[in-house]
């Protein structure tokens, strides 16, 4: 039901009650950006003279016996290199018109800062997620659409073990799907499992064997085919980022356009650089 007619009439259409907007600004629902924080960024340093990094891999020979008299047969003690190439380079800009610059309420080019940054951080995120499937020879563990469940997890700890990567900072990557599976195993959620490790929120353990898991809707789908898309346990030198440009804002007056720009531009490439560094994982949904 409608509200009735005003007193004196015609007090609406005549504007006397005006139209007020809320100094709240109710913002967008964002995606967790994980992937990042969990790359090798050791490379940034060396790109400074130019756009392509060629990155020197050291090989593991195997030792021989002593033959009296015989020269041991000599090595070379690097393999192929890694090409890290920085090519990709994004842009998100939001205008801004001066009057409603110049509104007291609300900053809204402070808010068109925010959502730019957020918008190129979640590109680079999403841009190594890409890269997951490549991992492990292009082998994934797991079943396109059905649930990660206790068997997979200790598949992809055994492989990654088999492969010498090292314990120490392995992750899982996953989406909210993975956290649902999760909590159906029991060891990873019931109190009675550990009786000196009490979970009473009911949540999932700290860690996944040893390792934390991260969630992230920013995973990339295998094809279009596919229901779900790809995880990962891995360690940040499974993948390399090398970023020139991080994050760059420019706010370009537009006088003649009565209008502000607010652009965030980004460059920076990615590379597999350890192939068994890393078990690439079906999610059951994307």
């Given at each position: 039901?409608?509200?009735?007619?005003?007193?004196?009439?015609?007090?609406?259409?005549?504007?006397?009650?005006?139209?007020?907007?809320?100094?709240?600004?109710?913002?967008?629902?964002?995606?967790?950006?994980?992937?990042?924080?969990?790359v090798n960024?050791?490379?940034?340093?060396?790109?400074?003279?130019?756009?392509?990094?060629?990155?020197?891999?050291?090989?593991?020979?195997?030792?021989?016996?002593?033959?009296?008299?015989?020269?041991?047969?000599?090595?070379?003690?690097?393999?192929?290199?890694?090409?890290?190439?920085?090519?990709?380079?994004?842009?998100?800009?939001?205008?801004?018109?001066?009057?409603?610059?110049?509104?007291?309420?609300?900053?809204?080019?402070?808010?068109?800062?925010?959502?730019?940054?957020?918008?190129?951080?979640?590109?680079?995120?999403?841009?190594?997620?890409?890269?997951?499937?490549?991992?492990?020879?292009?082998?994934?563990?797991?079943?396109?659409?059905?649930?990660?469940?206790?068997?997979?997890?200790?598949?992809?700890?055994?492989?990654?073990?088999?492969?010498?990567?090292?314990?120490?900072?392995?992750?899982?990557?996953?989406?909210?799907?993975?956290?649902?599976?999760?909590?159906?195993?029991?060891?990873?959620?019931?109190?009675?499992?550990?009786?000196?490790?009490?979970?009473?929120?009911?949540?999932?353990?700290?860690?996944?064997?040893?390792?934390?898991?991260?969630?992230?809707?920013?995973?990339?789908?295998?094809?279009?085919?596919?229901?779900?898309?790809?995880?990962?346990c891995k360690?940040?030198?499974?993948?390399?980022?090398?970023?020139?440009?991080?994050?760059?804002?420019?706010?370009?007056?537009?006088?003649?356009?009565?209008?502000?720009?607010?652009?965030?531009?980004?460059?920076?490439?990615?590379?597999?650089?350890?192939?068994l560094g890393?078990?690439?994982?079906?999610?059951?949904?994307?």
């Amino acid at each position: 039901m409608g509200l009735s007619g005003r007193i004196p009439s015609g007090l609406d259409d005549n504007t006397f009650i005006p139209k007020e907007y809320s100094r709240n600004v109710l913002f967008a629902l964002k995606s967790k950006l994980v992937v990042v924080p969990n790359v090798n960024h050791s490379y940034e340093s060396d790109i400074q003279l130019g756009d392509t990094l060629y990155i020197t891999r050291s090989q593991v020979g195997t030792a021989t016996e002593v033959t009296v008299g015989t020269e041991g047969v000599q090595a070379d003690p690097t393999t192929t290199g890694i090409t890290l190439t920085i090519n990709k380079w994004y842009e998100r800009p939001y205008t801004v018109d001066y009057m409603s610059r110049r509104q007291s309420h609300i900053d809204l080019a402070a808010l068109a800062e925010v959502e730019s940054a957020y918008s190129i951080s979640k590109k680079i995120d999403s841009s190594l997620c890409d890269l997951f499937v490549a991992l492990n020879d292009g082998t994934i563990r797991g079943t396109d659409g059905l649930a990660w469940t206790d068997d997979i997890l200790i598949a992809a700890v055994e492989e990654v073990d088999e492969a010498d990567v090292d314990e120490e900072n392995r992750v899982w990557i996953g989406d909210p799907s993975t956290r649902a599976d999760i909590m159906k195993i029991d060891k990873f959620v019931r109190s009675d499992y550990f009786a000196s490790d009490a979970i009473p929120t009911g949540q999932f353990r700290k860690s996944i064997y040893g390792a934390p898991l991260f969630i992230t809707n920013n995973l990339t789908r295998y094809s279009a085919s596919c229901t779900g898309s790809i995880g990962v346990c891995k360690r940040p030198d499974a993948l390399a980022i090398a970023i020139q440009e991080y994050l760059s804002v420019d706010r370009v007056e537009q006088p003649l356009k009565h209008q502000l720009v607010i652009n965030t531009t980004a460059l920076w490439g990615i590379a597999e650089i350890r192939d068994l560094g890393g078990v690439p994982i079906y999610t059951r949904v994307y």
